[in-house]
């Protein structure tokens, strides 16, 4: 689940110091939500609550102040203390409700640490007399675990638990491959392999079996009927302005799909009946691309003072989408003055950009015109292309994608709906 066990991560860990927290200070009126996240655990912070103080202090009212945490540090006095910083909401990792599921899935943890989590948090809203505070449960969908979902919802709302966020799994490494519960392949591919499995049974053939007959010399009758077939769910596919990897889409787990989409719709039910607030992923990754952290007018600060544009682009790892390795580099445009931005530039920035305000680092040309490329979306559906990944775009040096765009976000996932983060 974790970028620093990614292949070729190269993790520099840090705590962000008083320095550069302050030199956000610009930005803190504007600022409808800070999360207070980054590859670790907030409750290790020493200056946790002294940060929540002074950005309680300068944002706006409405603004919100949120982490997510595994609760493990958590007891009555510390929540009672984050709530009297001015802490307004909190997320705690909950991914089984089996106990020996949740130890092997996430190790050191417990739902004995979990229960004294929420107890403690729930006390403390009401110590505070803070009926605001909302209590957040963040689980990650995999095939072990997404059985237990919809019970899970339930024994969140009985713990006083106000909203759910859920997210698939990111595969940083091939061996968490197998525990994936979606697949790359798009949701319009998947309802035109659908239709055209009909089709194909009510022709009397396969489809499934194009890989063995397609390169044929001489083909029969019935070899034929199943070309033609996936010739045609080719051509809809560009009609409908999406391509397909078909290898990938006929070895598609169609079984798969239809078990998370049951486990969604039921969350979803429980959640509405028990007035808690559910956000799912996609079963599927989605056609129509939204990119919430550009759309939201997010940016994310690295302990060291980089500023980057979203979580996809924020780290230099390996991850695995369809079973396919990609590449990525972090997307730093600038770097915030204060004692945690000295050292080294990162590779591609600009002597000028290095060590500015927050608003300048936001306003600078380079920026803007990243967030209104992106709103775009002209980007390839990558992971649905027979030439996945080409060398436009695998590698973590890629310049531009078969597109022509510089923006290395047509092998994303977020923004086809696939992954959940508290924003």
Not at 12 to 33: I, K, M, R, V
Not at 167 to 193: G, I, M, Q, R
Request: one cysteine or more; aromatic letters at 8%.
């Amino acid at each position: 689940m974790c970028v620093k066990q990614s292949s070729g991560a190269v993790p520099t860990d840090g705590d962000l110091d008083a320095g550069t927290f302050q030199a956000l200070a610009p930005a803190f009126p504007h600022l409808e939500s800070l999360v207070l996240n980054g590859v670790g655990e907030p409750l290790l912070h020493r200056s946790l609550e002294a940060f929540i103080r002074i950005a309680r202090s300068a944002m706006p009212p409405h603004g919100s102040i949120g982490f997510q945490t595994n609760g493990i540090l958590l007891d009555r006095r510390r929540a009672f203390g984050l709530l009297e910083a001015g802490l307004d909401r909190a997320s705690v990792s909950v991914d089984a409700l089996d106990p020996k599921l949740l130890r092997e899935l996430r190790a050191g943890d417990s739902l004995e640490s979990v229960e004294r989590a929420f107890a403690s948090l729930l006390h403390a809203k009401i110590e505070a007399n803070r009926p605001d505070f909302r209590i957040g449960m963040e689980f990650v969908a995999m095939r072990p675990n997404l059985a237990q979902l919809p019970a899970l919802v339930e024994w969140a709302a009985r713990r006083g638990i106000s909203f759910i966020l859920v997210s698939h799994l990111f595969p940083y490494d091939k061996t968490s491959l197998p525990l994936a519960a979606w697949d790359a392949n798009l949701d319009l591919a998947v309802e035109l392999l659908v239709k055209y499995r009909e089709k194909g049974r009510a022709a009397g053939v396969d489809i499934g079996s194009y890989g063995r007959v397609y390169m044929k010399y001489a083909k029969s009758s019935e070899d034929e009927r199943i070309v033609g077939l996936v010739g045609d769910m080719h051509a809809e596919a560009i009609e409908m302005g999406i391509t397909l990897n078909i290898e990938k889409l006929l070895a598609a787990d169609l079984g798969l799909f239809e078990e998370t989409k049951r486990a969604f719709a039921e969350a979803r039910r429980i959640a509405l009946r028990e007035g808690v607030d559910i956000s799912l992923p996609e079963a599927l990754p989605r056609r129509v691309r939204s990119c919430d952290f550009v759309e939201s007018g997010a940016a994310f600060v690295s302990w060291d003072g980089k500023v980057h544009p979203c979580y996809f682009l924020w780290h230099r790892y390996a991850c695995y989408i369809g079973g396919i390795e990609k590449r990525v580099a972090p997307k730093v445009f600038g770097r915030l003055a204060g004692p945690g931005g000295a050292g080294p530039l990162e590779a591609g920035i600009a002597a000028g950009h290095a060590e500015r305000d927050i608003l300048d680092i936001w306003n600078d040309p380079a920026f803007t015109t990243f967030r209104r490329n992106v709103t775009r979306y002209e980007y390839p559906y990558c992971f649905n292309c027979n030439l996945a990944l080409c060398d436009y775009v695998q590698l973590e040096d890629s310049e531009q994608d078969c597109h022509i765009n510089a923006e290395p976000c047509a092998a994303c996932m977020w923004c086809l709906g696939i992954f959940n983060c508290m924003t």
